[in-house]
């Protein structure tokens, strides 16, 4: 069993910046990959950024060169930083654990006004 929990969600304006966090606590043994995924109301969840136990990096192409994900291991944590944020990148991000099974988090409300 892993447990998840989000934080640095709030609301910025367009071209502005955010940090997000997700600490992974439980069986943390399990976890072999991890990333950030978001959802936007009436809207299918899409992955958004991803991140390999050798440490390489997958982005979707909507932010890529503005997103970055990283990982802490000392913290069994990973982050999130946007900058140069948008109106459309508003919505509920969740962090996503993949191990023997896979968790989600319980998500982080992201708001970027015009």
């Known amino acids: 069993q892993v447990q998840l929990v989000e934080s640095g969600g709030g609301l910025v304006q367009a071209g502005g910046s955010l940090r997000l966090s997700c600490a992974a606590s439980?069986?943390?043994?399990?976890?072999?990959?991890m990333g950030w995924y978001r959802q936007a109301p009436g809207k299918l969840r899409e992955r958004v950024a991803r991140i390999n136990n050798d440490g390489t990096t997958d982005y979707a192409d909507s932010v890529k060169g503005r997103f970055t994900i990283s990982r802490d291991n000392t913290k069994n944590t990973i982050y999130l930083q946007m900058n140069s944020l948008k109106p459309e990148d508003t919505a509920v991000y969740y962090c996503?654990?993949?191990?023997?099974?896979?968790?989600w988090g319980q998500g982080t409300q992201v708001t970027v006004s015009s």
């Open positions: 996503k654990a993949e191990g023997s099974s896979y968790y």
């Open positions: 439980g069986s943390v043994f399990n976890i072999n990959r």
